[in-house]
């Protein structure tokens, strides 16, 4: 399976962008979906998750009440819609999939990764 994430670029804080997930070589059905971001000099940070059917979703609390996503496994995309952007925001944003019921918010359960995207937001 193959994942790209797209839709980063710059914005002001209080601002919205909507990254895009897209996943090739495999049904999206058959993968729960990460969202990850690293930031220079800091660790890579889970920020959210879903779930294989796509009905079930978690968030780390610093994005909790401003990101949403959501899972298309009719056209193979994940996207993750950011709201109330902040500069603490900035990083470069990938997303990651497993083949399990075992997902959340940590790397290390996920075994395909795609290139990030880079996110900015200004003050």
């Known amino acids: 399976v193959q994942l790209q994430a797209s839709g980063g670029g710059l914005v002001q804080a209080g601002g919205s962008l909507r990254l895009s997930c897209a996943v090739s070589?495999?049904?999206?059905?058959?993968?729960?979906i990460g969202w990850f971001r690293q930031a220079p000099g800091k660790e890579r940070e889970g920020i959210s998750c879903?779930?294989?059917?796509?009905?079930?979703?978690y968030y780390a609390d610093s994005v909790k009440g401003r990101f949403t996503v959501s899972k298309d496994n009719t056209e193979n995309t994940v996207d993750l819609y950011m709201d109330q952007l902040k500069p603490e925001d900035t990083a470069v944003y990938y997303c990651?999939?497993?083949?399990?019921?075992?997902?959340?918010?940590?790397?290390?359960?996920?075994?395909?990764w795609g290139q990030g995207t880079q996110v900015t937001v200004s003050s």
């Open positions: 879903i779930n294989m059917s796509g009905f079930s979703a």
């Open positions: 990651a999939a497993v083949a399990s019921h075992n997902y959340g918010l940590h790397a290390r359960l996920y075994d395909h």
């Open positions: 070589g495999a049904p999206l059905r058959d993968y729960a």
